[in-house]
């Protein structure tokens, strides 16, 4: 009997140990602003960026905006954490004057997997120079939110080249607008659809828009839409052969930060 207890109690602690580990995964969109400021490099205003996410360890999850084309390589910490990985981000050529910035997350990382809550960090990083050959980075910095059940709503301090920095953080279930489809006249088709899907909506004003398609397990399948749009009726058609196998998709749209989802069949 007195061999048999100290077993039962390594059993328990193990057991502790590992249901105080047990991750959550809350579906959520992160959204996130912020302006940079000339550095007086040697082609400023001009410059090449990047926005990615990397986790609490500090590992690289996915990038959000690369705006550098053939420059990509001198945006030296970027490319050291990503590994060149621009893959769903948005991208675009070399930048011609500082302005502002908005990246959208659904919380997945490049396989389109919702990654755990825990505490991630948004980084950013631009240069003037050519960073990668005379050894001079241009300036970084990042910020840290903890991705959970809970709602954020958060600034930051401006740094030297970094300014007006905010996050929003919106649990799916606790920030879903029901009232947005009809604000912005929200419309797809055709149901069920087969090859491609339509979709239309309307835009009172300049926004922020972020639309993904996800399989009924959350995973995100399709990215549709990542940019400002102007004001008006938006109308967009997709190809969905590859998507067809998935008897039901979600599409989630989130514009100025509200979120709308709209559930569609397959024939």
Not at 125 to 144: K, L, M, Q
Not at 156 to 174: A, H
Request: charge should be neutral; aromatic fraction near 10%.
């Amino acid at each position: 009997m007195k061999k048999i207890l100290p077993f039962f109690i390594v059993i328990f602690v193990l057991f502790h140990v590992m249901s105080s580990k047990a991750q959550n995964y809350t579906d959520a969109n992160m959204s996130f602003n912020v302006s940079t400021v000339n550095i007086g490099g040697n082609y400023s205003p001009r410059h090449v960026l990047a926005i990615w996410i990397k986790d609490s360890e500090g590992n690289f999850v996915i990038s959000r905006k690369v705006l550098a084309a053939s420059r990509k390589q001198h945006l030296v910490k970027w490319v050291s954490s990503s590994g060149n990985n621009s893959v769903s981000a948005v991208t675009g050529p070399t930048i011609n004057n500082h302005t502002s910035h908005t990246v959208n997350w659904d919380c997945r990382d490049l396989s389109g997997n919702l990654v755990p809550d825990g505490t991630y960090q948004v980084w950013m990083e631009f240069t003037s120079r050519n960073s990668a050959s005379d050894g001079v980075p241009g300036p970084s910095a990042h910020i840290s939110f903890t991705k959970g059940t809970d709602e954020l709503n958060q600034t930051f301090p401006d740094e030297t080249y970094f300014k007006q920095m905010s996050l929003t953080y919106s649990p799916i279930g606790v920030a879903l607008d029901e009232t947005g489809e009809n604000i912005f006249d929200i419309r797809l088709g055709p149901v069920p659809f087969t090859n491609e899907v339509n979709l239309s909506f309307v835009l009172p004003e300049s926004s922020f828009v972020s639309i993904n398609m996800y399989d009924a397990q959350g995973r995100r399948i399709k990215e549709l839409v990542d940019d400002y749009l102007t004001p008006g009726i938006h109308v967009k058609t997709y190809n969905t052969v590859d998507i067809c196998q998935n008897e039901l998709v979600m599409i989630r749209f989130s514009i100025n930060g509200r979120l709308v989802i709209r559930k569609l069949s397959c024939l």
